[in-house]
């Protein structure tokens, strides 16, 4: 059994309370590395990172797609986000249940529903076209949500 796995860092814009606050920017992505820089001297390298004028589409692309396309091939995929109160976990994740986003900020969850089911069907379609049996898929899944765990490290 082998186990992979991938490291993203996507940057969200400010809130207004911090653009009124007067809150600085503090990060900087490196044109063309997944690195991340913070202030002068801290830098962090990922497997990708999103800068601040990222669309959930894109990060949906280069991270999630492969995932599920990979499901078809029965495999298993996690997708975890991990960071503090208000770093974006919920928005890029798109599992708010208070907004309705439009389709272009529907987050991952949604968008690997959508694909997954999407998926099966057309594979259930071609079959019936070339008149072969169509394929049977199980779906299951899980969404977990961990908080306010003040001695959880879920960084390992
Ligand atoms: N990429 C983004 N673009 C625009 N707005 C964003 C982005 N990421 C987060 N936000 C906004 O920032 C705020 C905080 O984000 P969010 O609620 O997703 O954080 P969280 O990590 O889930 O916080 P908590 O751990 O407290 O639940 C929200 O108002 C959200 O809409």
């Keep these: 059994l082998g186990m992979h796995s991938h490291r993203m860092a996507a940057i969200r814009p400010q ?11 503090c990060t900087l992505v490196t044109p063309g590395e997944p690195q991340v820089l913070l202030g002068k001297d801290k830098a962090f390298t990922y497997d990708f990172v999103f800068d601040i004028d990222s669309e959930q589409q894109h990060i949906y692309q280069t991270c999630v797609y492969k995932l599920i396309e990979g499901c078809f091939e029965g495999y298993n995929a996690t997708v975890f986000a991990y960071g503090q109160t208000g770093s974006g976990k919920t928005y890029t994740m798109g599992t708010g249940f208070d907004v309705n986003p439009s389709l272009q900020e529907q987050g991952i969850i949604p968008r690997a529903v959508h694909h997954l089911f999407e998926g099966i069907q057309s594979r259930r379609d071609r079959a019936q076209e070339i008149g072969i049996q169509a394929p049977e898929f199980k779906v299951s899944a899980q969404f977990l949500e961990v908080g306010h765990t003040k001695k959880f490290d879920p960084i390992f």
């Design 15 to 25: 809130m207004a309370k911090e653009k009124i606050e007067g809150c600085h920017v």
